[in-house]
């Protein structure tokens, strides 16, 4: 998608329709700064905003993503194209959302090692060894609460009996038992509980 095009064609309907950015803003409930940064295309408008955005500007969805009124022997073929591009922008971003939990992870336990190391080997003093542990240990467990809700949101998991993908409740991800990536919970389509498998787009993760 063209964000510089769609910037342009925003700020175009916004101005036909006698608004200013900070009057389009207030009827979205955002500030204004994201209006200009929509304009200048320097980001999209969030998902839950553009039914909004697009009856406020008198356009359709179609026509916002194209940053162009989109004609009526065009629409089906925008629509698949549209929907294409916004999967490959999501499966991209949970891609980035997973590399950034297994950074996040080992930058946590190498740090939690460091206060344990140091705790043991540099401090004297018994309370301050304990203070080096609490926040080694406060810390992985932030980062691991942190990591969990994103195992929980990106991509998807696949049930192993009936194929089903689905994204299942912080709570039933983080009680379920789990070797790396899979996790034995039950689907919520067939009912059976099985081990099954983090996918992102078309592949596993």
């Given at each position: 998608?063209?964000?510089?095009?769609?910037?342009?064609?925003?700020?175009?309907?916004?101005?036909?329709?006698?608004?200013?950015?900070?009057?389009?803003?207030?009827?979205?409930?955002?500030?204004?700064?994201?209006?200009?940064?929509?304009?200048?295309?320097?980001?999209?408008?969030?998902?839950?905003?553009?039914?909004?955005?697009?009856?406020?500007?008198?356009?359709?969805?179609?026509?916002?993503?194209?940053?162009?009124?989109?004609?009526?022997?065009?629409?089906?073929?925008?629509?698949?194209?549209?929907?294409?591009?916004?999967?490959?922008?999501?499966?991209?971003?949970?891609?980035?959302?997973?590399?950034?939990?297994?950074?996040?992870?080992?930058?946590?336990?190498?740090?939690?090692?460091?206060?344990?190391?140091?705790?043991?080997?540099?401090?004297?003093?018994?309370?301050?060894?304990?203070?080096?542990?609490?926040?080694?240990?406060?810390?992985?467990?932030?980062?691991?609460?942190?990591?969990?809700?994103?195992?929980?949101?990106?991509?998807?998991?696949?049930?192993?009996?009936?194929?089903?993908?689905?994204?299942?409740?912080?709570?039933?991800?983080?009680?379920?038992?789990?070797?790396?990536?899979?996790?034995?919970?039950?689907?919520?389509?067939?009912?059976?509980?099985?081990?099954?498998?983090?996918?992102?787009?078309?592949t596993e993760s």
């Open positions: 998608m063209d964000q510089l095009k769609i910037g342009k064609f925003i700020s175009e309907k916004r101005k036909a329709k006698g608004m200013t950015q900070a009057q389009l803003a207030e009827k979205l409930g955002i500030t204004d700064r994201a209006v200009s940064k929509w304009e200048t295309g320097r980001s999209m408008p969030d998902v839950s905003l553009m039914l909004e955005l697009c009856s406020l500007l008198g356009i359709t969805v179609n026509d916002l993503l194209c940053g162009e009124v989109v004609s009526m022997e065009k629409i089906n073929e925008t629509t698949e194209k549209n929907l294409l591009e916004m999967a490959g922008q999501k499966e991209a971003a949970d891609k980035r959302l997973l590399r950034l939990e297994v950074v996040m992870m080992v930058i946590a336990s190498l740090f939690l090692l460091t206060m344990l190391l140091t705790a043991v080997f540099i401090t004297k003093k018994s309370l301050l060894s304990f203070g080096f542990i609490g926040l080694g240990l406060v810390t992985f467990v932030i980062a691991s609460l942190f990591a969990l809700r994103i195992e929980q949101v990106a991509g998807y998991y696949e049930c192993r009996k009936c194929g089903h993908r689905y994204v299942p409740t912080y709570w039933n991800v983080n009680k379920a038992m789990h070797m790396g990536r899979k996790r034995y919970m039950k689907c919520p389509k067939c009912g059976e509980k099985s081990w099954q498998c983090k996918v992102v787009g078309e």
